[in-house]
């Protein structure tokens, strides 16, 4: 059974969601504060949480700090806070997701999958990966079709194929592609983003796959 901690300070939400996801056979805790949360998660070794950015003790990114210090658990964001820069923040301090007050929870459940897969895969990466009509194989760097990429664009791929689902931040692409002097220069990843998509996706202009969330990163969706 997957353990789940959920981290917010309203009491309606921590009960709408310890209902919800039990009826789906989750385990689940909870936590009213980031203190309490940091506790509970060392002592419980949750299998995902659950965490409000606006806690009435310490703000959701230092949590997510104090978690990154000893686990790689899945994070998702659950906030009221709409601006990008608090989920780039979040996102840059190591969360996996981020989702936005008022949600549904069909929405909040299909994240949830989403990073549980994510953290099994890891196990178990796959080869290959199929993005519309190509098959791009990680082990040999090749792509069905004869599709070509040069270093930078197999590096900017990579990063999003093996991670499935999940919201890779602007600056994480930028530094992990090109290196920490060039977390300002998002012009590379618009462009390099748009030859990606002219060479995988069906329909570039409205791509199924390589998606973008504006202002905050890029998302591979399988």
């Known amino acids: 059974m997957t353990r789940v901690l959920v981290v917010d300070d309203e009491p309606q939400i921590l009960r709408a969601l310890r209902i919800n996801l039990a009826a789906r056979e989750y385990e689940v805790a909870v936590a009213e504060d980031g203190n309490a949360a940091l506790r509970q998660a060392a002592g419980w070794h949750p299998d995902l949480v659950i ?3 606006g806690l009435p003790d310490l703000d959701g990114v230092e949590v997510i700090h104090g978690l990154r210090g ?30 936005t007050k008022p949600f549904g929870i069909d929405e909040l459940l299909a994240r949830i999958r989403a990073v549980t897969r994510r953290t ?17 194989d990680l082990a040999t760097k090749t792509i069905s079709g004869g599709v070509r990429l040069t270093p930078t664009e197999w590096h900017f791929l990579e990063l999003l194929l093996r991670n499935p689902g999940k919201l890779i931040s602007q600056r994480q ?20 983003m748009a030859q990606l998509r002219r060479k995988l996706e069906r329909d570039p202009a409205r791509p199924d796959h390589l998606l973008t969330e504006p202002g905050m990163g890029y998302r591979f969706q399988p």
């Open 51 to 53: 965490l409000d950015l």
């Open 70 to 99: 000893w686990t790689s658990v899945p994070i998702i964001v659950l906030s009221g806070r709409a601006g990008s820069a608090d989920k780039v923040d979040a996102l840059d301090a190591g969360a996996d997701d981020y989702v």
């Open 120 to 136: 099994n895969q890891h196990e178990t990466e796959p080869a290959t990966v199929r993005i519309g009509d190509h098959v791009v």
């Open 173 to 192: 692409v930028l530094t992990e592609v090109w290196g920490s002097a060039y977390q300002k220069e998002t012009n590379y990843l618009r462009q390099y």
